[in-house]
């Protein structure tokens, strides 16, 4: 099992790198907020989760040991595969926090695969994750805390349908000035900022 890559990445169609190892090429899936923070050519280690199944063996790539973690504990969930848990792994984990502590299953619809079940049984997995591992959303305290002003289903619906991922739109929506108020001026200022 490969625990971690160190070598030469190379970005190719979003969401996948090839990592050079002393030549030899390891193709991996990463969430779609680490393929944005990693650069071409330059040297990097990613935390790796080897993922095996009778058909199959896929590399899923993190920047740290409680992303994956994160990402294991989505995959064993019923009803989520390895898309589906990297897309929620995109998500910042503020936002997160935010659809625990308000138990708003509304919150995570907007995840590609995530429906209304889903995101409601999956509510009750993060809560208890949450509370028996409180350091994997550890880092959600230092991010920009996502507020009801940020969260505008219309904007993320509008995003979305232009091709931009969850993670990538929760991310630049929770960014934008809190006086742009309007979904149409939203989605014109997350154009521009992405």
Not at 14 to 24: F, M, P, R, W, Y
Request: glycine share 8%; aromatic share 6%.
């Amino acid at each position: 099992m490969i625990s971690h890559l160190r070598g030469t990445i190379h970005r190719l169609q979003a969401e996948k790198v090839t990592i050079d190892v002393n030549g030899v090429g390891y193709g991996v899936s990463v969430p779609m907020n680490v393929w944005d923070e990693l650069t071409d050519g330059e040297e990097a280690q990613l935390s790796i989760l080897t993922y095996v199944r009778e058909d199959r063996l896929d590399l899923f790539g993190f920047t740290d040991d409680t992303a994956r973690t994160l990402f294991e504990r989505f995959i064993a969930m019923s009803g989520i595969g390895p898309k589906t848990a990297l897309e929620l792994c995109a998500v910042p984990k503020s936002l997160l926090m935010q659809a625990i502590g308000s138990q708003e299953a509304k919150l995570l619809t907007s995840v590609k695969g995530i429906g209304k079940k889903t995101a409601e049984k999956l509510l009750l997995d993060l809560k208890s994750l949450a509370e028996k591992q409180p350091e994997i959303f550890g880092a959600a305290d230092s991010e920009t805390t996502i507020t009801n002003h940020s969260y505008d289903q219309d904007a993320i619906d509008a995003l979305k349908n232009l091709g931009y991922d969850t993670g990538t739109i929760m991310q630049v929506l929770a960014d934008l000035p809190e006086d742009i108020t309007s979904t149409e001026d939203r989605v014109a200022a997350a154009i521009r900022s992405l």
